[in-house]
């Protein structure tokens, strides 16, 4: 075989390998065109429960198919915003409604007719509204609850189970008198913890904040700190180091989820035993606070009705019942919350009351505050104010005056 035949035959092999590729490239490529595309957050290990519910759907909506992705949780907001951002988003995505309230202020979710929520809690459905409008359907909530140690409170003397912020804080110097334990563990700083203490007071704004009744409660806190009523690491740990000591006996009250109770029976079987519950503490209004998780359809989502019957089926009564048993989380359907197994409990089954408090709950909400600009540095502002009052001694109302100032120009 000559040189000018072997050129050409690695010539003509590299063409029609050129051809081949092209057409792999420019074929049409096959897409399920009804797969509708469910991003969840956490949910990885909830095999069990979602495959069977999948196959449900699909059986009772023989023109959808669902490819379920699980994402997660400290990556949410980032791949979602990548996605949406994108020609090819998902098309049901679980998050949380701070961060859907900022894509649907950017006009990147689909509106969601209300009157298809309209089995669903009210407060928390009105609460995930923007501009007056629905861009989400409501997953599952979380509401917390008060555990306290009814051994330390009988060596302490106390008969009457604290209701408010300030009726606990109050306890404090008699419960460090007679026990020698601390009354609480705040965790002031931790994410949120301040502002919804806060918010249950009506103080919510820079107005607010410099308010009589917002110095009131800050010097509350700094006498409770200085006076060394509550522990040290209340302005620097969160709720975890929190939960530590009360296991360990050293709180006789802490304010945390319903799926905590179970941890304490694990690891602290004897403080277990002394353990109660009670609805959580309140500010003057009475109200509680509650932790939702919603679903949203991004606005370029190519299957848009799918999305919303699927997520409509996600949480209806059967599945949010059964969901709920498997978890410790709080049904956002009405007709689930209306269940028995969420309105009755056996005497001495701690668990179980833990689960109808919380769930009761859920009919007297605090409206939770969502801030347009800077939500995180305001947080932020909040709580570095707080560590400094207790810190110092400063004149509380000129220290809030000028952290006003601050969260104002946040605002802007």
């Not at 941890?263 to 519950?277: L, M």
Request: proline share 4%; charged share 20%.
């Amino acid at each position: 075989m000559n040189k000018s035949f072997k050129l050409t035959a690695v010539i003509s092999i590299a063409c029609i390998l050129l051809v081949s590729f092209v057409y792999i490239l420019t074929k049409p490529q096959k897409h399920n065109d009804n797969e509708v595309v469910f991003w969840s957050l956490q949910m990885g290990t909830f095999d069990g429960y979602m495959k069977p519910l999948i196959a449900e759907f699909e059986k009772q909506n023989p023109d959808v198919k669902i490819k379920w992705i699980d994402v997660p949780y400290s990556e949410g907001e980032k791949r979602t915003l990548a996605s949406i951002l994108s020609s090819t988003p998902p098309d049901l995505v679980n998050l949380t409604p701070d961060f859907s309230s900022v894509l649907a202020q950017k006009q990147a979710l689909e509106y969601i007719d209300c009157a298809k929520l309209k089995d669903y809690n009210k407060q928390i459905t009105q609460s995930l509204m923007t501009d007056g409008k629905c861009y989400a359907v409501p997953f599952y909530a979380t509401s917390s609850l008060t555990f306290y140690n009814k051994d330390l409170l009988k060596k302490a003397g106390v008969k009457r189970i604290p209701v408010t912020y300030g009726e606990l804080n109050s306890l404090a110097p008699l419960i460090k008198q007679k026990t020698g334990v601390f009354v609480t563990m705040p965790t002031l700083t931790e994410n949120d913890t301040l502002l919804k203490i806060l918010n249950k007071s009506g103080i919510n704004t820079p107005q607010t904040l410099t308010s009589d009744k917002s110095v009131k409660i800050f010097e509350g806190y700094r006498e409770l700190y200085q006076k060394d009523l509550i522990p040290r690491e209340s302005i620097t740990q969160n709720h975890q180091e929190a939960l530590e000591k009360y296991m360990s006996g050293q709180l006789a009250f802490i304010q945390s989820g319903a799926n905590f109770l179970n941890i304490v029976k694990e690891n602290a079987p004897q403080v277990f035993k002394h353990t109660d519950v009670a609805p959580q503490f309140t500010g003057d209004n009475g109200k509680y606070d509650v932790s939702v998780m919603n679903l949203i359809i991004p606005v370029r989502a190519k299957h848009k009705d799918g999305a919303l019957r699927f997520a409509l089926f996600l949480t209806n009564k059967q599945n949010q019942i059964e969901l709920a048993k498997l978890t410790t989380i709080l049904p956002v359907n009405n007709l689930a919350l209306n269940d028995s197994y969420f309105n009755s409990y056996t005497e001495g089954d701690i668990i179980a009351k833990a689960r109808v408090l919380s769930a009761k709950q859920l009919a007297n909400l605090q409206k939770n505050i969502r801030f347009e600009n800077n939500h995180k540095e305001i947080l932020t502002l909040l709580n570095t104010t707080v560590q400094q009052i207790l810190l110092g001694n400063d004149d509380v109302k000129k220290v809030l005056e000028s952290a006003a100032k601050d969260w104002k120009r946040l605002e802007q």
